[in-house]
């Protein structure tokens, strides 16, 4: 049984930081892409970054500049730093990974960010 473990979601205010972490455990497998997206009330899910196996990473370009992404291959894990929070920021957001071989995508459970102004 493969899951999911996001963590690091919570309230801040407008400029302000948060770190969110995802580490995935149970079944051992390669992964390949990990990523993460978001969902804004009344929205659809969008993605916010992704990084591959390689190292290459992506950004939606709302939050370039802003956001980075990063993996700890050795603990199964993917990072998401955000500054210079806005509110339009808040969301839930989702960890996705997908399997390397014979590919197949897993989902966080989802972590609710919120920013004031």
């Known amino acids: 049984q493969v899951q999911l473990v996001e963590s690091g979601g919570g309230s801040v205010q407008a400029g302000g930081s948060l770190r969110l972490s995802c580490a995935v455990s149970g079944s051992t497998f390669s992964i390949g892409f990990m990523g993460w997206y978001r969902q804004a009330p009344g929205k659809q899910r969008e993605s916010v970054a992704g990084i591959t196996s390689g190292g290459v990473t992506n950004y939606a370009d709302t939050v370039t500049g802003r956001f980075t992404i990063s993996r700890d291959n050795a603990k199964n894990t993917v990072y998401l730093q955000m500054n210079s929070l806005k509110p339009e920021d808040t969301a839930v957001y989702y960890c996705?990974?997908?399997?390397?071989?014979?590919?197949?995508?897993?989902w966080g459970q989802g972590t609710q960010v919120t920013v004031s102004s």
């Open positions: 996705n990974v997908i399997r390397a071989t014979l590919p197949r995508s897993y």
